[in-house]
């Protein structure tokens, strides 16, 4: 049974700085790309960053280009998301994701298989 386990989230200040983290089980980790996305409440779920599971290759959305780093521990099996210069609009509910492999980063929702049950990250101005 694969299980993703999101940690990290909370209340800082703009400006701040958050690291999430992402423990992955039941599966080969290094076999999958991993992800981070986040939703706004009414709005859908989007792609923030993404990273082969060779850990080489990644993909950052426009707006979080220069702030987050994505990158990946496949002896420990996690996934990790630095979070730095936050801002209040960074304020949704992230998820890790995690999808097969493929010679790019997956970008698309249905492209990951599994799905962590998010954690909240807060940012006050």
């Known amino acids: 049974q694969v299980q993703l386990v999101e940690s990290g989230g909370g209340l800082v200040q703009a400006g701040g700085s958050l690291r999430l983290s992402c423990a992955a089980s039941?599966?080969?980790?290094?076999?999958?790309?991993m992800a981070w996305f986040r939703q706004a409440p009414g709005k859908g779920r989007e792609l923030v960053a993404g990273i082969r599971g060779s850990g080489i290759i990644t993909y950052y959305t426009d707006s979080v280009k220069g702030r987050f780093t994505i990158s990946r521990d496949n002896a420990k099996n996690t996934v990790y998301l630095q979070m730095n210069s936050l801002k209040p609009e960074d304020t949704v509910v992230y998820y890790c994701?995690?999808?097969?492999?493929?010679?790019?980063?997956?970008?698309?929702?249905?492209?990951?298989?599994?799905w962590g049950a998010g954690t909240q990250v807060t940012v006050s101005s």
């Open positions: 039941g599966l080969t980790f290094s076999r999958y790309s």
């Open positions: 994701a995690a999808g097969r492999d493929r010679p790019y980063v997956p970008r698309r929702r249905d492209e990951y298989d599994y």
